[in-house]
């Protein structure tokens, strides 16, 4: 068993209850926020209460306590909370109240402000072009998320942290391009660029099909080269897996470090840094195409002159002469788990030779 290359169970963080009266003692180093004359903090996130003069948000829609010195770090601990969009803060008593809600615009949800009563919004949903609900959450645009918006989901890794579970979710690895969607399996750090568990998804595609993606992120798919490129940059992307799984669930992965893709009008030629954990069973097969550019039936961009090696596997792939290995040929599934030796058929033959897959898959982890 080689620890290295198998998958190591991860618990899911643990989210706030809103309906559960929670009395906290600051005694914890949070980020420190320092407020400015008018009472918005510095960094813009928080502003005082516009509407509702000499009242603040009812108690009951603030159901966590907190003792703190400052307003900023009222709002330090409201960051931290998943639903919280404002707080009211007490002077005389040293007490901060996270809300789950703002003051609606007909105040229907405030109480008077008691002495030494003031409320304060979250305003950084707005600041991203997002729309605060008085449901107790922000409205995010495609591919932002946190209690206000502020955080720009570059990948998986983002929506995970924020505490979400497995699921397909909006992505903006740059702020320049469109926000798209991606499946991510959050208890392996996932975020997954190709799916493959049946073989009803035809991958005999064109390159405009593997340039924007096919099939249907929620099930089997082809995440795209655009979209797989935009993830791994400006950075290369710590880590592209390849596993395939046999039918009788024995799984084999091959790691390739620092990867990257160039750009269309580089027919998006494969980089990496380093291959990790590729001694058999599953051996390398990326090693001899590093550098190369993708080809498919109507793009042949490989180095078998005249033939396509897409068009003789009937893939798409970053081949050089034709490949030893061919995770978008044709699924088989054989119950025996015998290849066919067909080259259309999906192989890896360095560790692999004889043997077709059930599932094979594709995707962007943080490994080191
Ligand atoms: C997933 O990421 C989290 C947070 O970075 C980390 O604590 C955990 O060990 C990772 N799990 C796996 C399986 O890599
Ligand atoms: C692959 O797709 C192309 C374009 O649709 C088609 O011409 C070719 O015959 C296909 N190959 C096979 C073996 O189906
Ligand atoms: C599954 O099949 C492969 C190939 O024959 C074999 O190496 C592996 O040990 C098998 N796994 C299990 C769990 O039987
Ligand atoms: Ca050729």
Known sequence: MIFDCNPIGATMSSTFSALQVVFITALVTVLEFSANTKGQTTEGLFRRQVNCVGEVVSRNQCPVQVQTTTVGKCAAWCLQRDGCLGFVRDSSQGECHLCVATARPDCTNTQPASPGEKAYELIACMTNGGTSSFSGTCKCPSGF???GCQIQMKDCDGW???GYPNGVYWVRPSLNTEAFRVRCSMEWNRTVIMSRTSNT???NRSWVDYRDGFGDVEGDHWLGLENIRLLSQPQPYPCLVIQFTLSNFSFYIARYLGFGLSDETGNYALD???SKCLSPPMGDCLGSVKGKPFSTYDADHDD???GSCAALHQSGWWFGGCTMCNPTGVMTQPADM??????EEVFWK???DGLSPQKVEMFL????
């Open 145 to 147: 998320g946190g209690n």
């Open 304 to 306: 078998d002159g005249g």
């Open 160 to 162: 995970q942290e924020a």
């Open 272 to 274: 990496f840094h380093e």
């Open 201 to 203: 998804l035809d991958f």
């Open 350 to 352: 360095p560790g692999l």
């Open 365 to 368: 982890k943080d490994c080191q």
């Open 338 to 343: 015998q290849a066919s030796g067909n080259p």
